[in-house]
């Protein structure tokens, strides 16, 4: 008890000592400040401040403080025990041998010789008829140019004068500068066309879907993919960094599974308020089918998701004007939430674009990263697009897309695989509606490059024949799924259905000669 007394009384005796030791330069700093101007009224607001809000100035007196030790703080620090471990020799040493790695790590031989060496170069301007180095004359089944308005004598006319008024190019983007009275025409075109009340127009197709997911899905969010969606989806899915599960392809049940597991897994651990979208393709990249867009539409309604529908390969194709699965299947525009395409395909030209209503529009202004930080498209590839639009949306249009549906059901009739050939054509959900059609191989017991070299040897004997075709490309190191190795062939209203015909004879043989041992 007398330890605790005497320890008292020297805490009492501490704090006097204190106190008086503030009054004393208290009152030395109060005799000086008199003789400083506006001392008094600064006291005056410092001790008002105090006494209004502490709190507030207690916060910004912390912050301060850690500002000022921050700054001043080393931002790494090497021991000397690190520093002492290797002598000046050996430092030497080692920066002689040490060797820098490669930013694209080196290819084999082999696949080397089959992706580079394989490729035709192409003279002048590319059409259904093109012309190869060599002057061989080909029909071109390798390119998404579905009507044949690629190149079209009136877009050509059109994007020189643009060249001639606007240059060939902005160098801003379209927030800084990057915007002409041509994109916008362009984008009241889009939305008109498909009966939206407002679109926007990006200057990169693959980067429009890519900057869509991230604008409208962040961290936290959950997005529904298919599991053979195109790359670019996949890299907007990746840069969005929101959950991301993926269904069958194509398989409506397993994505009613997928989104009935879900609901359950809120239920257990309680929802949480999230933005959830489903993404899909109308015709797939990787496999040219059709996505079952009524079904997908019934479950974002029965699970409460939106829905953002990638048009990149049936504007202008599907439907009896081209406006694309929403006509073709006779589904009103406006129950889909956000859609985007490219007009890199079948306008021939550049770019992407998304419709949909002005809140969303408005919205990517501000949050689409390829809107707001990439150079906005070039006038020329504008007006060439304005150009196509119109040609799409007349009689003229309606007569290339009737002309597509034919040669697409005469070429899918020749290239249909008897019993004893070894390939075949891969078919989903409305596929004989699409214009592409995927052929591969019925042995996919062997590896991946062994598949790849045969589907070669069949494109290389086509294009002797003088049908231009490819393999599928994929970046094999970065896809989700990998489909399955194939040639794709697009069919174009460019071509006569007799030249269709007699295209599908001489890939159907060419795949007879390569495999026929």
């Given at each position: 008890?007398?330890?605790?007394?005497?320890?008292?009384?020297?805490?009492?005796?501490?704090?006097t000592?204190?106190?008086?030791y503030?009054?004393?330069?208290?009152?030395?700093i109060?005799?000086?400040?008199?003789?400083?101007?506006?001392?008094?009224?600064?006291?005056?607001?410092?001790?008002?401040?105090?006494?209004?809000?502490?709190?507030?100035?207690?916060?910004?007196?912390?912050l301060?403080?850690?500002?000022?030790?921050?700054?001043?703080?080393?931002?790494?620090?090497v021991?000397?025990?690190?520093?002492?471990?290797?002598?000046?020799?050996?430092?030497?040493?080692?920066?002689?041998?040490?060797e820098?790695?490669e930013?694209?790590?080196?290819?084999?031989?082999e696949?080397?010789?089959?992706?580079?060496?394989?490729?035709?170069?192409?003279?002048?301007?590319?059409?259904?008829k093109?012309?190869?180095?060599?002057?061989?004359?080909?029909?071109?089944?390798?390119?998404?140019?579905?009507?044949?308005?690629?190149?079209?004598?009136?877009?050509?006319?059109?994007?020189?004068?643009?060249?001639?008024?606007?240059?060939?190019?902005?160098?801003?983007?379209?927030?800084?500068?990057?915007?002409?009275?041509?994109?916008?025409?362009?984008?009241?075109?889009?939305?008109?066309?498909?009966?939206?009340?407002?679109?926007?127009?990006?200057?990169?197709?693959?980067?429009?879907?890519?900057?869509?997911?991230?604008?409208?899905?962040?961290?936290?969010?959950?997005?529904?993919?298919?599991?053979?969606?195109?790359?670019?989806?996949?890299?907007?899915?990746?840069?969005?960094?929101?959950?991301?599960?993926?269904?069958?392809?194509?398989?409506?049940?397993?994505?009613?599974?997928?989104l009935?597991s879900?609901?359950?897994?809120?239920?257990?651990?309680?929802?949480?308020?999230?933005?959830?979208?489903?993404?899909?393709?109308?015709?797939?990249?990787n496999?040219?089918?059709?996505?079952?867009?009524?079904?997908?539409?019934e479950?974002?309604?029965?699970?409460?998701?939106?829905?953002?529908?990638?048009?990149?390969?049936?504007f202008g194709?599907?439907?009896?004007?081209?406006?694309?699965?929403t006509?073709?299947?006779g589904?009103?525009?406006?129950?889909?939430?956000?859609?985007?395409?490219?007009?890199?395909?079948?306008?021939?030209?550049?770019?992407?674009?998304?419709?949909?209503?002005?809140?969303?529009?408005?919205?990517?202004?501000?949050?689409?990263?390829?809107?707001?930080?990439?150079?906005?498209?070039?006038?020329?590839?504008?007006?060439?697009?304005?150009?196509a639009?119109?040609?799409?949306?007349?009689?003229?249009?309606?007569?290339?897309?009737?002309?597509?549906?034919?040669?697409?059901?005469?070429?899918?009739?020749?290239?249909?695989?008897?019993?004893?050939?070894?390939?075949?054509?891969?078919?989903?959900?409305k596929?004989?509606?699409?214009?592409?059609v995927?052929?591969?191989?019925?042995?996919?017991?062997?590896p991946?490059?062994?598949?790849?070299?045969?589907?070669?040897?069949?494109?290389?004997?086509?294009?002797?024949?003088?049908?231009?075709?490819?393999?599928?490309k994929?970046?094999?190191?970065?896809?989700?799924?990998?489909?399955?190795?194939?040639?794709?062939?697009?069919?174009?209203?460019?071509?006569?259905?007799?030249?269709?015909?007699?295209?599908?004879?001489?890939?159907?043989?060419?795949?007879?000669?390569?495999?026929?041992?």
């Open positions: 008890m007398d330890e605790i007394i005497q320890n008292q009384a020297k805490i009492n005796e501490t704090i000592y204190l106190i008086t503030f009054q004393k330069y208290a009152l030395v109060a005799e000086y400040s008199k003789k400083i101007p506006y001392t008094k009224s600064i006291l005056n607001y410092i001790y008002n401040v105090v006494k209004d809000n502490p709190l507030r100035v207690l916060l910004e007196v912390c301060i403080i850690f500002l000022i030790v921050y700054i001043r703080k080393d931002r790494y620090k021991s000397n025990e690190l520093r002492n471990q290797l002598t000046e020799k050996e430092i030497e040493e080692l920066i002689e041998e040490w820098p790695e930013l694209v790590p080196d290819i084999n031989d696949v080397r010789e089959l992706e580079l060496n394989s490729v035709p170069t192409v003279k002048g301007i590319v059409g259904p093109t012309v190869l180095a060599d002057g061989t004359i080909v029909s071109n089944l390798a390119s998404y140019n579905f009507l044949g308005i690629i190149n079209d004598k009136r877009l050509l006319e059109k994007a020189i004068a643009g060249v001639n008024k606007y240059g060939v190019g902005t160098c801003g983007p379209p927030g800084f500068y990057g915007t002409l009275d041509v994109h916008m025409d362009l984008e009241k075109k889009l939305a008109k066309f498909y009966g939206t009340p407002d679109a926007l127009i990006y200057a990169q197709g693959f980067s429009t879907i890519s900057s869509v997911i991230p604008a409208f899905l962040k961290r936290g969010d959950l997005l529904i993919c298919d599991e053979l969606c195109n790359f670019a989806i996949q890299k907007g899915a990746q840069i969005s960094r929101s959950n991301v599960k993926f269904f069958k392809h194509n398989d409506m049940n397993d994505l009613e599974e997928v009935k879900i609901r359950a897994n809120d239920k257990k651990k309680g929802a949480k308020i999230t933005r959830r979208f489903i993404v899909t393709e109308a015709i797939f990249y496999t040219g089918e059709l996505c079952d867009l009524q079904k997908i539409i479950l974002k309604y029965k699970y409460k998701y939106r829905l953002i529908l990638d048009e990149s390969l049936s194709v599907l439907g009896k004007t081209g406006r694309g699965i006509e073709h299947l589904i009103p525009v406006d129950k889909i939430e956000i859609i985007v395409g490219s007009m890199a395909n079948t306008m021939g030209a550049a770019g992407g674009y998304c419709v949909s209503n002005a809140e969303i529009v408005e919205h990517q202004v501000l949050n689409g990263l390829a809107y707001c930080f990439s150079a906005s498209l070039p006038a020329p590839l504008t007006l060439a697009s304005i150009g639009l119109d040609i799409i949306d007349s009689k003229e249009g309606i007569k290339y897309i009737k002309q597509l549906q034919e040669n697409n059901k005469a070429f899918r009739e020749i290239i249909k695989p008897g019993k004893n050939d070894k390939y075949e054509v891969i078919k989903g959900f596929s004989e509606d699409s214009p592409i995927h052929l591969t191989l019925k042995n996919t017991v062997m991946r490059l062994e598949q790849e070299k045969l589907l070669q040897k069949v494109v290389d004997k086509a294009i002797e024949e003088g049908v231009l075709i490819s393999r599928a994929f970046v094999l190191a970065q896809e989700k799924n990998i489909p399955d190795s194939s040639i794709v062939v697009n069919i174009t209203a460019g071509l006569s259905k007799d030249e269709i015909e007699k295209a599908a004879v001489i890939i159907k043989d060419s795949f007879r000669k390569v495999l026929k041992n």
